[in-house]
């Protein structure tokens, strides 16, 4: 796993600035806290390597979803687009807003296709949602395009790709707003957390009341004096979050080297297997590399090289057959299993389009889903484990040559 590979001293530097002041919440208490403000240097931080103009800090990278589409204005009687391959937290926001995620297929990046967005546009069409999977990112210039001739928001997902760009450009800053995700096995980690950015102001500061309660965060008002634009939640990052995610954050590009290092020395491995392919990225330099995506010509094959594999401890992941990550595959979801007896949003009269999940609309990812493998790249790799990674391919290409 990446940034929680490397927690250490500087982490816990950063804890203890916050622990010695006393002020765990991010706001308020000025006096108090000493000059320590964690979750704004790591906003600041943020903001600044992804050259926005704003960076909100969040309580994850779910909630960072839930905020950005509400600050976006989508609720009932919306469609959004989300590809059919990314966990479950994308679809879940979409319907935590009331409005209904609209299933779209993949192409050879495993990735949201731009050329089937067109197709799935009706009159409640809304946004779109690409979602930059496994590290590597979508056609995001493409979406953007299609989405541009259609008046739709773009909201990126980028909680799997931190740190990753395309054709120089951070990824987050395509769309009108970008969501990221710090939890335990992402990039860099704050335990939880996740950030929201963008450079449209209004977006910011619909996003930052919102997240708040609807507080304007007035310095000369108390809280209870505030005046509020709207009824808000409370998604607040806290400054323990704060702290460990900017000592994450300082190591982002040390990671994202190392685990680039490590991805290419794993596909010179993998590359001995006979009939493998790997999985297209748009742009190989921006690939953030935290897995390794390979396909062979057809489900049984890659099976056999998953067991193979496994049996040799290194554990590959097929994704069609994964239970968080493919549509598909989420039964309480095909069953409207919501929170609300009357199945809402699914269900609401005031949504006009077809809910339709099966999977005979994304040919691309049952097909592909089904023959591609991901093993995750870490970031330190000892002698000896590179050595057991290589007796674990070697027996896979045993297995495929037998």
Not at 133 to 145: F, K, N, P
Not at 273 to 294: C, E, K, N, Q, S
């Amino acid at each position: 796993m990446p940034g929680k590979e490397l927690i250490g001293k500087e982490e816990l530097k950063e804890i203890m600035d916050v622990m010695e002041t006393g002020v765990l919440m991010r706001y308020e208490f000025d006096t108090e806290r000493k000059g320590v403000y964690k979750v704004r240097d790591f906003e600041d931080a943020f903001r600044a390597y992804c050259g926005v103009e704003h960076a909100l800090g969040v309580t994850s990278g779910s909630a960072a979803l839930v905020v950005a589409l509400n600050a976006l204005g989508i609720g009932p009687e919306d469609e959004v687009i989300v590809p059919a391959f990314t966990f479950v937290a994308t679809f879940e926001a979409v319907c935590e807003v009331g409005a209904v995620p609209v299933m779209a297929d993949i192409d050879d990046t495993l990735n949201l296709n731009p050329d089937v967005i067109e197709s799935l546009i009706t009159p409640s069409t809304r946004a779109v949602i690409p979602v930059h999977m496994c590290g590597a990112m979508a056609r995001i210039d493409e979406i953007v395009a299609v989405a541009r001739r259609h008046n739709l928001i773009v909201l990126e997902d980028t909680a799997q790709s931190c740190g990753g760009t395309y054709k120089g450009r951070h990824l987050g800053t395509f769309g009108n707003m970008g969501t990221f995700s710090f939890d335990y096995v992402k990039t860099i980690t704050a335990a939880e957390g996740g950030m929201v950015i963008t450079n449209d102001k209004t977006l910011a500061d619909r996003a930052e009341w919102y997240h708040d309660h609807g507080h304007h965060h007035d310095p000369a008002l108390s809280r209870g004096q505030e005046k509020h634009e709207f009824i808000g939640f409370n998604f607040r990052m806290n400054e323990l979050q704060g702290a460990v995610g900017l000592a994450q954050f300082r190591k982002l590009d040390y990671i994202v080297g190392e685990q680039r290092r490590n991805k290419a020395k794993m596909k010179e491995m993998l590359s001995r297997l006979d009939g493998v392919g790997f999985r297209a990225i748009p742009d190989p330099d921006g690939d953030t590399a935290t897995f390794i995506g390979f396909h062979f010509s057809d489900g049984v094959t890659a099976h056999t090289v998953q067991k193979a594999l496994g049996e040799n401890g290194v554990d590959a992941v097929i994704y069609k057959d994964n239970a968080w990550h493919y549509l598909p595959n989420w039964e309480h979801f095909l069953e409207y299993k919501t929170m609300n007896p009357r199945k809402y949003p699914f269900l609401n009269p005031s949504n006009k389009g077809v809910v339709d999940y099966n999977r005979e609309r994304i040919p691309v990812a049952e097909d592909l889903l089904g023959r591609t493998l991901f093993i995750q790249i870490p970031v330190i790799v000892s002698d000896e484990r590179w050595g057991e990674i290589e007796r674990a391919v070697t027996a896979a290409k045993t297995v495929l040559t037998a």
